[in-house]
């Protein structure tokens, strides 16, 4: 079992930036491709990043790449969310997941991930 616990969630202006942190309990996070999705009110949940268990591999989704950065720190059993260039359409509750499933890639896909933390809100202003 692993438990998620997000944070850094907050109000900022478009143009800045935040730095989301997920915390995770378990021996194993080392082991769990960990990745964020996030939810803006009345849409589907979207792929945010991906990070590969060693950190070596990520995989963004297009309209994150080069403001987003996702790392880990297995040492503290963390994984972060550095969002640059922030804008109004990136408000949204953004989530961290952990892939307990055993496979070896990296995946972008909702399914792929049995564990998820509550939750933390970005709100971007204009």
């Known amino acids: 079992q692993v438990q998620l616990v997000e944070s850094g969630g907050g109000l900022v202006q478009a143009g800045g930036s935040l730095r989301l942190s997920c915390a995770a309990s378990?021996?194993?996070?080392?082991?769990?491709?960990m990745a964020w999705f996030r939810q803006a009110p009345g849409k589907e949940r979207e792929f945010v990043a991906v990070?590969?268990?060693?950190?070596?591999?990520?995989y963004y989704a297009d309209s994150m790449k080069g403001r987003f950065t996702i790392s880990r720190d297995n040492a503290k059993n963390t994984v972060y969310l550095q969002m640059n260039s922030l804008k109004p359409e990136d408000t949204a509750v953004y989530y961290c997941?952990?892939?307990?499933?055993?496979?070896?890639?990296?995946?972008?896909?909702?399914?792929?991930?049995?564990?998820w933390g509550q939750g933390t809100q970005v709100t971007v202003s204009s």
């Open positions: 997941a952990a892939d307990g499933t055993g496979w070896v890639g990296i995946r972008s896909s909702l399914e792929a991930y049995s564990y």
């Open positions: 378990g021996r194993t996070f080392s082991s769990y491709p």
């Open positions: 990070i590969s268990w060693s950190g070596d591999n990520t």
